[in-house]
């Protein structure tokens, strides 16, 4: 997910997903704090999702927020889960004028 325009089409998608990922999440410069839109988005989706390290929870690596940098947050589900927690957080994602976009389809969730 990312705060920012929808872009036209999936493959002008990947190409700003891929810019924001390598900006944000795989640089070694200084951490960006997530934007207001980005972290009132997981707040909402730990509402239903908490990422509690002493629990059962859908996360991969909790805790979320830490996968999230400036305008972008990228989600790491368990398989066993993804399938329901991915539907749910695209729709919270419209909710928050964010922009889903599913690395592993190479596209954007409508």
């Not at 999230?68 to 419209?94: C, F, H, K, Q, W």
């Amino acid at each position: 997910m990312w705060d920012g325009e929808r872009p036209p089409d999936d493959h002008r998608a990947g190409s700003v997903y891929d810019e924001l990922y390598a900006r944000y999440l795989e640089s070694d410069d200084a951490v960006v704090p997530p934007t207001p839109r980005i972290t009132a988005y997981v707040d909402a989706l730990l509402e239903r999702y908490p990422d509690h390290a002493d629990g059962p929870t859908v996360w991969a690596s909790p805790p979320v927020i830490d996968e999230a940098s400036g305008p972008i947050v990228y989600l790491l589900m368990r398989y066993s889960t993804a399938e329901d927690v991915s539907e749910y957080a695209a729709s919270l994602a419209r909710e928050h004028g964010l922009v889903c976009f599913d690395p592993q389809a190479e596209g954007l969730r409508l």
